[in-house]
């Protein structure tokens, strides 16, 4: 089912039968505006599977540089997002991923052939944006590079300037500016992924309030999303361990997570 989007006129805003078809319309228009701006770096070292995604993501707009190993990953410049296959020739694509994740935050989509729990946690632990698994359909593939892409490659830039008043939120020591996607605590910066990042400011919408896990997929992820819900849990973790403590963000057993200050 498709979910009105922000930029959809107020008539479409709600999620009567109605107005779903003019939502669509309205969010596939948003989505290929989207595409055209976003420049994608495919690592990918199986030429059947890089030339499939390569002419699939060209049909919908993006435009994709492909290349084979993890050296030349690394040497390549001006891309917005990067799909980065683990199972490189040359080097081991977590290794690849670190090294590019050192340099930049730009969002990082991991697609391996390994589908077991432990390694796509292992994956977001490191700090991957998405993980998909092969085999896996173009449909999903798009669906999720349009996801991240919508919300990393669409932040608004940290232009320099003074915050403005009503941007930065305070917890305690918590500092969040969701216009400069900076966290501060106390007066050192967090240096956080997008997903991260995201994340905890979803947390921070409702201070002390407990947010389930279905809430958070959906608005941190994907409505649609299709991985494990261990996903949220692997995220928590890197955050606690970046904010330096566990009592930042609490688990309700069962239920979901809450964030407040420490007492």
């Known amino acids: 089912m498709t979910t009105p989007c922000a930029t959809c006129p107020s008539d479409v805003q709600d999620s009567s039968k109605s107005?779903?078809?003019?939502?669509r319309s309205c969010c596939d228009?948003?989505?290929?505006?989207?595409?055209?701006?976003?420049?994608?770096?495919?690592?990918?070292?199986d030429r059947s599977i890089a030339a499939s995604v390569v002419d699939g993501l060209t049909a919908e707009g993006f435009a994709v540089e492909h290349v084979s190993t993890g050296i030349a990953a690394l040497a390549a410049t001006d891309y917005d997002m990067v799909l980065l296959d683990l199972?490189?020739?040359?080097?081991?694509g977590r290794e690849v991923f670190r090294q590019l994740r050192a340099r930049a935050t730009t969002p990082i989509i991991m697609l391996t052939a390994r589908a077991e729990e432990f390694d796509r946690v292992l994956g977001l632990e490191l700090g991957a944006d998405d993980y998909v698994t092969k085999p896996f359909s173009f449909r999903e593939l798009v669906a999720r590079v349009r996801a991240v892409g919508r919300r990393t490659v669409d932040a608004p830039p940290d232009t320099g300037a003074?915050?403005?008043?009503?941007?930065?939120?305070?917890?305690?020591?918590?500092?969040?500016?969701?216009?400069?996607?900076?966290?501060?605590?106390?007066?050192?910066?967090?240096?956080?992924?997008a997903k991260e990042f995201d994340l905890l400011a979803f947390l921070a919408t409702a201070t002390g309030a407990v947010l389930t896990r279905?809430?958070?997929?959906?608005?941190?992820?994907?409505?649609?999303?299709?991985?494990?819900?261990?996903?949220?849990?692997?995220?928590?973790?890197?955050?606690?361990?970046?904010l330096g403590n566990h009592d930042w963000i609490q688990a309700v057993r069962g239920v979901g997570f809450r964030l407040e200050s420490p007492a």
């Open 87 to 92: 199972g490189l020739p040359d080097m081991d």
């Open 214 to 242: 279905t809430d958070i997929l959906e608005n941190v992820w994907d409505a649609h999303w299709y991985g494990p819900t261990k996903t949220v849990d692997a995220h928590v973790a890197s955050l606690r361990k970046k």
């Open 29 to 45: 228009d948003r989505d290929a505006r989207h595409n055209e701006s976003v420049k994608i770096l495919l690592v990918e070292d």
């Open 162 to 193: 003074p915050d403005d008043a009503g941007s930065t939120q305070r917890i305690g020591e918590l500092s969040l500016d969701r216009r400069t996607r900076r966290v501060y605590l106390g007066t050192e910066e967090i240096l956080l992924t």
């Open 19 to 23: 107005t779903l078809m003019r939502a």
